[in-house]
């Protein structure tokens, strides 16, 4: 009988963490808006699914992790100021007993930059997490290429 639970623990744990790791709520696209001969705006676009939400870039302090962009370096481009996100929903969230900004179903983050010398594509990546009212993803890296043609 003791056998018979161990077996049962194990293929329940097995089988919780197989669930836990193919939600994937947020799918990312990018695209490039050009503003002038060497100014563009880099856009992620986040589609959200359903009753999931994606956190802003600013969050309080002991709260989920915020929505992160890291654009590789690279001398044939700057940054112009931070990334912008849209507005957002703001709520009292009560699993972080705080304040927090939030999206739902999709929303873009813009970043502009100045063209120094010819490139054909930017790379970076995007840090986030993302919650539903029973679970959260745990914190996910996804590398993201903008193409500037």
Request: aromatic share 10%; glycine share 4%.
């Amino acid at each position: 009988m003791k056998k018979l639970y161990i077996l049962f623990l194990v293929v329940s744990l097995t089988t919780t963490v197989i669930q836990a790791q193919m939600v994937n709520p947020v799918k990312w696209s990018t695209s490039v808006k050009k503003i002038s001969d060497t100014d563009y705006e880099l856009i992620a676009t986040a589609t959200i699914d359903s009753g999931w939400h994606l956190y802003s870039q600013t969050v309080p302090e002991d709260g989920p992790i915020p929505t992160t962009f890291i654009f590789n370096s690279n001398s044939s481009y700057v940054k112009k100021g931070n990334t912008k996100e849209e507005k957002g929903i703001t709520v009292q969230d009560a699993v972080f007993n705080m304040e927090i900004k939030y999206f739902e179903k999709k929303t873009s983050f813009k970043q502009r930059i100045k063209v120094l010398k010819p490139i054909k594509k930017i790379t970076g990546e995007v840090e986030f997490m993302a919650c539903d009212d029973r679970q959260c993803t745990p914190p996910t890296t996804i590398d993201l290429e903008f193409s500037l043609n």
